[in-house]
């Protein structure tokens, strides 16, 4: 409880802390002009710094959520939200919308396509598992939608007639949260609280779920439908977040791991506590590309890779020690 | 009392019958040993009296109630089921997995009650696990583990309790340790049926022995008489000795027959 409460202030104050940042660090004489009532100030304030602001907030937050959903459902602490194929079916979406004259003919045309990808993502796996009850296959399943959208994602690259276009697309897919306005925030955030809810109703299958799926069944837990509820939950809030951002991995891998012992690695708790954590993470990783600044600005999802990557080694490195 | 009863209970797999039993059950008040040669369908017939299995034929009913037709958290409180691996996913606390046993007792919604504490309390006392309560499960013995997998099942106060291999991998005196636990159990009335591999203990120890070859019955009844020496011969191929201590009679596998 008091672990939730700090999170949140601190996820307050990185929140505001990111208000306070320009394009190239810290300016926060905007911040007092807009209060002012000055046209500029109010401009920038709330149609550039609050989108990015809320942005991070409810896309760290949810791929917080996702991850510790999915890493109770797979009973592993290396999955992450991209496991299941959402990201990359997310990512084909938009990138389809794009080469497809969407993107450009109608507004929020990208997003769309990307939400699109990420539904028919969803329908596929439920598809694919619903012959099978075990978890496993759903994992099976998602590695393979994962490739095979990874797959078509090249060919769309490949097959571009125009090199800029396709520089746009590559650095689109990197991941940034900047010259995103409050009609992306607003696009994406339904789909963010519905998913969201779905996967909070998880945390008691996900308790039982500790024991193996024949003990959480044994509990009254129907496995189906907790997988059900997962999924969706984690494909509609990854899938909107990848449409409106591009892809921002390993906050999903690394939150729900690092928080995972103050609740004493129970599962439910941790889904909660995951939310204000992602959120934070996502928060100062964004404020930091904002201050390192240069000529190009790094892109955040290079960012979170940067820094995931070392530590999924160090994770996997660390679980193979312990093991043995 | 309560009791768990399959009828005509058929289970096939890559189509063959792998469980074909015309009766198998559990009261209230007694310890069940289920005892067969490896591949004899124990751990099957078992997830089928748990309601994990589908049934091809027959009936597994509680009470009279077709297991299917109950709801699934009354199912759940009723007849509580361990698995034999019993590895927990993530390090929690020896309390926090003997809650678990709580799930089905718990509202929607509703955190853990005074009711539920006690109630774990009282799983950790009877399993004699209060010592380990504060502990991480990844950090106890093969023993320690076995005892609080136990307190997690009794922590749900069944009605029936299903376990598979209560006592694989223990050391003697653990083994004797949680069937005389078990025993002290059935005499508080739970149902208990236990897939063992021990033989020895088995005869010691169970109420009732149902034994079972090839996915069949061959044998269903208190181990004096069903541990027959002829009987040992088909079940498992083995010569046993025996003997009796304190009027109770003994077994030891000694030799394969060839």
């Not at chain 2, 034999?84 to 996913?89: D, E, H, I, K, L």
């Not at chain 2, 309560?133 to 013995?141: F, N």
């Given at each position: 409880m008091r672990a939730l409460v700090l999170l949140w202030s601190l996820t307050g104050v990185l929140a505001l802390l990111s208000l306070c940042m320009g394009p190239t660090g810290f300016a926060p004489g905007i911040v007092a002009q807009a209060l002012d009532g000055e046209a500029t100030g109010r401009l920038i304030l709330f149609e550039l710094r609050l989108p990015r602001a809320l942005l991070a907030l409810l896309v760290g937050g949810t791929l917080g959520l996702a991850g510790a959903t999915l890493q109770g459902l797979f009973r592993n602490?290396?999955?992450?939200?991209?496991i299941i194929g959402v990201s990359g079916c997310a990512a084909l979406g938009a990138v389809i919308a794009f080469y497809s004259g969407l993107s450009a003919s109608i507004p929020l045309g990208l997003p769309l396509g990307g939400v699109l990808g990420a539904l028919l993502a969803i329908a596929l796996l439920l598809a694919l598992a619903?012959?099978?009850?075990?978890i496993s296959t759903l994992l099976l399943a998602g590695v393979a939608l994962s490739a095979l959208a990874g797959a078509l994602t090249a060919l769309a690259l490949n097959l571009s007639p125009n090199p800029y276009a396709t520089v746009e697309v590559v650095f689109w897919l990197l991941g940034s949260l900047s010259d995103r306005s409050m009609e992306h925030v607003l696009l994406a955030l339904p789909f963010m609280v519905v998913g969201s809810a779905l996967m909070l109703f998880c945390g008691r299958g996900l308790e039982a779920l500790t024991l193996g799926e024949d003990t959480a069944t044994s509990l009254g837990v129907s496995i189906r439908r907790l997988r059900s509820l997962a999924v969706i939950g984690a494909a509609l809030a990854v899938g909107a977040g990848v449409a409106v951002t591009g892809a921002i991995g390993f906050v999903g891998l690394i939150v729900p791991h690092l928080l995972r012992p103050l609740v004493g690695h129970r599962p439910a708790p941790l889904l909660w506590l995951s939310i204000p954590g992602g959120a934070a993470l996502t928060l100062a990783a964004d404020i930091a590309v904002r201050l390192i600044g240069g000529a190009v600005e790094l892109r955040l999802g290079v960012a979170t890779a940067l820094i995931g990557a070392p530590f999924f080694l160090w994770l996997v490195l660390r679980l193979s020690r312990r093991a043995a | 009392m309560s009791h768990l009863t399959g009828h005509q209970v058929r289970i096939a797999a890559h189509g063959r019958d792998i469980i074909n039993v015309a009766q198998a059950s559990v009261c209230g008040g007694e310890l069940v040993g289920l005892i067969g040669p490896n591949g004899a369908g124990k751990t099957t017939l078992l997830r089928a009296m748990a309601h994990l299995t589908p049934l091809q034929g027959g009936s597994m009913a509680l009470d009279g109630v077709a297991m299917g037709s109950l709801d699934p958290r009354e199912r759940a409180r009723r007849v509580a089921y361990v698995e034999?691996?019993?590895?927990?996913?993530w390090p929690v606390s020896v309390a926090d997995l003997v809650g678990l046993g709580r799930l089905p007792h718990l509202k929607a919604l509703a955190k853990q009650g005074s009711g539920d504490r006690d109630a774990v309390a009282a799983a950790l006392a009877a399993t004699g696990c209060q010592h380990l309560?504060?502990?991480?499960?990844?950090?106890?013995?093969s023993g320690e583990r076995s005892r609080v997998l136990l307190a997690r099942a009794v922590a749900g106060k069944p009605e029936i309790l299903l376990l598979d291999?209560?006592?694989?991998?223990?050391d003697p005196a653990q083994q004797l340790a949680i069937l005389t636990l078990l025993r002290d159990l059935a005499g508080q009335g739970l149902g208990i049926l236990a897939v063992l591999h021990d033989l020895p203990l088995a005869a010691r120890f169970c109420h009732r022995l149902i034994l079972l070859k090839n996915g069949q019955v061959l044998a269903d009844g208190s181990p004096q008489i069903v541990l027959q020496d002829q009987m040992l011969a088909e079940l498992f191929g083995i010569e046993v000795e025996s003997g009796e201590r304190d009027g109770q009679r003994w077994v030891l596998p000694w030799r394969a027959l060839p």
């Open positions: 602490p290396l999955a992450e939200p991209g619903a012959r099978d009850a075990r | 034999q691996s019993g590895a927990a996913a309560a504060g502990r991480s499960v990844d950090t106890l013995s291999e209560p006592v694989a991998a223990l």
